[in-house]
């Protein structure tokens, strides 16, 4: 099965930084899509920013111009450099990766999520 575990969350004072690592484990093919999700208490899970196999990303308005993702193909996982953090940006974040296995059709896979806390 394929399991995704973040880590690097943590309490920040704001305009500091983090940076978040997603490793990925278990048979699958390399994902076509990946991606870093966030959510506040009290609201929905909101999309970060996404990843193609190819490079490709995407960011929420939000993290635009604060926010870097990245992915290591090679091994299977991926980040996301986080600057100029504000107390908004304080939420669980979540790791995404769309894959297939040889058992299963193209899934969304889920992290069980890592907390950031921007406070001063």
């Known amino acids: 099965q394929v399991q995704l575990v973040e880590s690097g969350g943590g309490l920040v004072q704001p305009g500091g930084s983090l940076r978040l690592s997603c490793g990925v484990t278990?048979?699958?093919?390399?994902?076509?899509?990946m991606g870093w999700y966030r959510q506040a208490p009290g609201k929905q899970r909101e999309l970060v920013a996404t990843?193609?196999?190819?490079?490709?990303?995407n960011y929420a308005d939000s993290v635009k111009g604060r926010f870097t993702i990245s992915r290591d193909n090679a091994k299977s996982a991926l980040y996301l450099q986080m600057n100029s953090l504000k107390p908004e940006d304080t939420a669980d974040y979540y790791c995404?990766?769309?894959?297939?296995?040889?058992?299963?059709?193209?899934?969304?896979?889920w992290g069980q999520g890592t907390q950031v806390t921007v406070s001063s």
């Open positions: 278990g048979r699958f093919f390399n994902p076509n899509a």
């Open positions: 990843i193609t196999s190819d490079g490709v990303t």
């Open positions: 995404k990766a769309q894959a297939r296995t040889y058992l299963r059709p193209t899934t969304d896979y």
